[in-house]
């Protein structure tokens, strides 16, 4: 009875068990996230496509648009360029459609998935979703103006046949390579971009330096043929990532034999990118609804 009374009865009571920890932030809500939001393909594929017919709706054309447009700047970039640069536009101007066309998809994954969250406020909290249906959404919208893209390829292909073998099949993975790459820009920037709204205006400073600094318009061939200064120069361009994702997915289709170190840098980007994603997905993903 004087123990109980000593410790206020503390004796006779059962201890309370600690409150539940969150696991919102955990790798393993951040891969739930990203695996429930690819389920619900459904969802994101009919966005993805009603985003494509909103962009063009009344139009005549509709999204045949989308390949009109960069047609007529490939060709018409591949001709100056190609007098400018003294290339023969039978290879040159497939080289520079090409470039247009991958680049296109990279630009588009970038600078859409640095906005993807703050544009679509209304659906984030109105709709209980995963996060990433808007990432996939993104990049599935990316692949369909690609798809109208690679159209151009085909007719350029039918007018000046390139010296092509089974080797083409490299851009198969070549574009399963981009799409990966494309989801985890739209995490990273997405989410980044939502928090903090400057990114975006830098992203797109940052994409249009990038594309004059990567070989496009021009080709790298041309600086080998300056002796040692291009040598030096051809090192430089070799730093740039872009160089090399381009490398693997447009030298298949030009019948050109794709050095495996490209294929390595690519590789070595896309791991460094989704562990940044899932960094991210961990950290941040549950705050995305309250910064929108």
């Not at 995963?130 to 893209?149: E, K, Q, T």
């Not at 693997?248 to 495996?260: C, D, N, S």
Request: charged letters at 15%.
């Amino acid at each position: 009875m004087s123990a109980v009374a000593n410790d206020g009865g503390v004796a006779g009571r059962s201890i309370p068990p600690p409150p539940p920890t969150s696991d919102s932030r955990t790798f393993a809500r951040g891969i739930q996230d990203l695996v429930e939001g690819f389920r619900t393909s459904e969802l994101w594929l009919h966005l993805g496509w009603t985003d494509i017919k909103q962009r063009y709706k009344r139009s005549v054309l509709g999204p045949l648009w989308i390949t009109i447009a960069t047609g007529v700047t490939a060709v018409a970039m591949g001709i100056l360029y190609g007098e400018l640069f003294h290339q023969d536009i039978k290879t040159f101007l497939p080289y520079v459609l090409l470039g247009f066309i991958f680049w296109g998809f990279i630009e588009t994954s970038i600078l859409d998935g640095s906005v993807v969250f703050s544009t679509n406020e209304g659906l984030i909290k109105q709709i209980p979703a995963p996060i990433s249906v808007h990432v996939y959404r993104v990049v599935w919208r990316s692949i369909i103006i690609f798809a109208h893209n690679i159209v151009i390829y085909a007719i350029v292909f039918a007018v000046f046949p390139q010296d092509i073998d089974w080797s083409a099949l490299l851009v198969v993975p070549a574009i399963a390579l981009f799409a990966l790459n494309a989801t985890w820009a739209t995490i990273v920037f997405g989410i980044l971009s939502t928090r903090f709204r400057d990114i975006g205006q830098l992203l797109t400073t940052a994409v249009r330096l990038v594309f004059f600094m990567t070989p496009i318009i021009w080709s790298a061939d041309t600086l080998d043929a300056v002796g040692s200064e291009g040598s030096s120069r051809m090192k430089l361009v070799e730093l740039n990532p872009m160089f090399h994702y381009l490398e693997i997915a447009r030298g298949p289709l030009l019948g050109k034999h794709v050095e495996f170190y490209h294929w390595g840098i690519v590789l070595g980007c896309t791991a460094l990118g989704c562990a940044a994603a899932l960094m991210v997905m961990r950290n941040y993903r549950a705050r995305v609804a309250y910064w929108v």
